[in-house]
Structures are given as C-alpha cells and as structure tokens.
C-alpha cells in the first residue's frame, strides 16, 4: 500500500509537511540540527526516530516483540524500536491519514558511503519511506574515529542541497543518500552526484579476553574502499565534495536475469 500524498512539483516550503527520523536516537545533535533547520521553514514537522541508539540495524524490522510510541513534546515521539519501526509507526499511526511530503532520515553521525549503505540503519529508514510511497533521503556527516564531527559543515550544507531536492521529482523506489564530507564548511568543492563505491572485504576485528580467560570481539570499521575511480562516493567524498548517490530499492541484476532466462529459458 502507498501513503503518497498529492502534490505538485515544485514543493511549496510553506505547504509542506516534513518526517524526521534518524538511527541515532532521539536525543542525537544531527536530528536536532536537522529539526533546527527545517522548523521554520515548512508547514508541519514531525520528529519520530527511536528512543536509543540502533546504529547498523539495517532495514530491520521488530517482529518479536510489542513496539510503544512515547511523545516527548508537541510533534516529537520516540518509538522502542528501529528506525524501520519509527517510520512505520510514523506513517501509518502517528501521521495516520496526513502522508509528509518528503522523509529525511539523519543527519547521521558518521558517513554512509559504499557498502556502509547495506548496514545503515538511516538508509534502512529511508528504505522504508521509500517502500511507503514517500520521497525519502538519507543524510550522513562523515568523521574520522576520535576526531570532532563537523557538524557546522552538515549545517551549513543541509539547506542548499534541500532546496533543491525540494523542486525535483524522482522514481517511486529510489531513494538519495547524501554524505557531508569530513572538511570544513568552507572548504567543500561542491556536489558529486556519484555512484556507489566498493569497499574490499572484511572489517576490523579486535580479538579481546575477558576476565574469565573467555574469548570476545569487537567489530571495528570497514576495510578501506578503492578510491580509484572518479565516480565514487568515496573518492568524490575524499575530495571534499558532498555525494548524492540515488539508491534504488529494486535489487535484481538485469544483466544476470538475461543470462539465467537464456539458461532456464524461463
């Protein structure tokens, strides 16, 4: 089922009706700097993200256990779950019969970038939105572990690149993933729209003992990606360029399904 509301192209900011959420809960400095920004400029605002942290929970949707909405303030609710579950709930209860116009999902501490996309659990609610018949876009400050975030460059940028987001239309299943890059505001080379890059297999595990000589582990960040080529997201991001990359919910590899019909004939 679709939620989508009717509207015209370009948004009227002044008409529009916005769906916060993000996966680093409801307490996080990049949803409220996103709120900050987008309040006074739209009709209506609601912040539905999850009550804790869910980082890396993907498109993960809680089956086993019941799900509760706390409101907090006028227009802002927190969910025990998923951001899957906050964009649900959100769509289908909270906003019940009054779809938002676009879903933003961030802004997230910490770049989503090549196959971050998979884990990610702001791109796993803007998957959501998507599937919903909403407009959805995934916003993400890159930083470097132990280092401070740049938030003011998330900041500054958010507006600019909205604006236009605001005057386009696009598929039904894609959704944008946008990445600040982790430089200063000013230093910013402009906007890449690229494609997925490809990170080499494997992740950082710490091997640790505890104190009963028990084994455990920790996993740490990805193995560095190729920035060889141009029209990456993580080459563009390295640059200093904010990426746009547009993520489609479709799966299937064209080129793959030919050959398996020529093998099957199906």
């Known amino acids: 089922m679709k939620f989508l509301r009717e509207r015209t192209i370009p948004i009227d900011l002044k008409d529009a009706r916005i769906l916060l959420t993000n996966d680093d809960g409801i307490r996080a400095p990049g949803l409220k700097c996103l709120e900050r920004l987008l309040r006074p400029l739209v009709k209506e605002l609601f912040v539905v993200a999850p009550e804790i942290e869910q980082s890396a929970t993907s498109h993960a949707l809680s089956l086993r256990r019941p799900l509760r909405i706390r409101e907090i303030s006028k227009f802002r609710y927190a969910v025990n779950g998923t951001p899957t ?10 906003l019940k019969g009054r779809c938002p116009d676009f879903l933003f999902s961030g802004i997230n501490r910490g770049g989503n970038l090549a196959e971050d996309v998979t884990y990610s659990g702001t791109v796993g609610a803007a998957i959501e939105g998507t599937l919903l018949g909403v407009r959805s876009v995934a916003l993400s400050q890159v930083y470097i572990d132990n280092q401070p975030i740049r938030w003011s460059t998330a900041e500054n ?3 600019k690149i909205l604006k236009k987001l605001f005057s386009i239309d696009w598929p039904d299943r894609v959704l944008l993933n946008v990445n600040f890059p982790d ?7 402009g906007v890449k729209v690229c494609r997925q890059a490809r990170r080499r297999v494997g992740h950082m595990l710490q091997r640790r003992t505890d104190p009963r000589g028990e084994d455990y582990y920790w996993i740490g960040s990805q193995i560095e990606g190729d920035r060889t080529r141009s029209d990456t997201d993580l080459h563009a991001s390295k640059l200093g360029a904010i990426t746009i990359t547009p993520l489609s919910i479709d799966l299937t590899d064209v080129t793959m399904l030919k050959r398996m019909k020529a093998l099957f004939g199906g």
């Open 85 to 94: 579950d906050a964009v649900l709930l959100g769509i289908t209860e909270i």
């Open 183 to 189: 430089c200063d505001a000013s230093k910013v080379i």
């Open 157 to 159: 940028w958010t507006p």
